[in-house]
């Protein structure tokens, strides 16, 4: 009987993985509008056709971003190309030490959730991602990886604004 239990709590687990990455998938199809998007503490939704500095970053299984600490200046709008060099789905969110705390706490409790902002890039094994952010505001922000287990692991990186 315990066998059998194990085996219905392991399915369901990897059922609410599965559909917490395609939600993410998908919502990372959707195009972000960067006039819509609100000014926040570490910034707001860069524009495209006005990128100042591409930075490539690597995603990996050992729960870490590579550079995991990058500068760039006040007024820069940056292009972040993500990789995912790893087998399982991985995701890059800017934000505050604490907004990010939050937000992973939130994916706990609803692993499913289906969300996408111009903060955010969804990455698929294998793949990349992109994602433009003007910095507006000297200061240190973070990004992670907030996919229930990962942020907890250690998948944080830290961005300075100077």
Not at 20 to 38: K, R, Y
Not at 51 to 68: G, W
Not at 79 to 88: L, P, W
Not at 127 to 135: E, K, M, P
């Amino acid at each position: 009987m315990k066998t059998k239990l194990k085996l219905i709590l392991l399915a369901l687990v990897s059922a609410i993985f599965v559909t917490h990455a395609a939600a993410h998938s998908a919502a990372a199809t959707a195009s972000q509008d960067a006039a819509a998007v609100e000014d926040q503490a570490y910034g707001r939704a860069g524009d495209p056709k006005r990128v100042n500095r591409v930075i490539k970053l690597e995603m990996s299984d050992s729960f870490r971003f590579t550079p995991a600490h990058l500068v760039v200046k006040r007024g820069e709008t940056v292009r972040f190309i993500v990789h995912n060099g790893g087998s399982h789905f991985h995701e890059m969110v800017l934000g505050t030490a604490d907004q990010l705390r939050e937000h992973a706490e939130l994916m706990k409790k609803f692993p499913g959730m289906e969300h996408s902002e111009a903060n955010m890039a969804h990455v698929k094994p294998g793949a990349r991602g992109d994602l433009v952010w003007q910095f507006t505001r000297a200061g240190t922000y973070q990004f992670a990886c907030l996919v229930p287990g990962h942020y907890e692991a250690g998948m944080v990186g830290e961005v300075t604004v100077e």
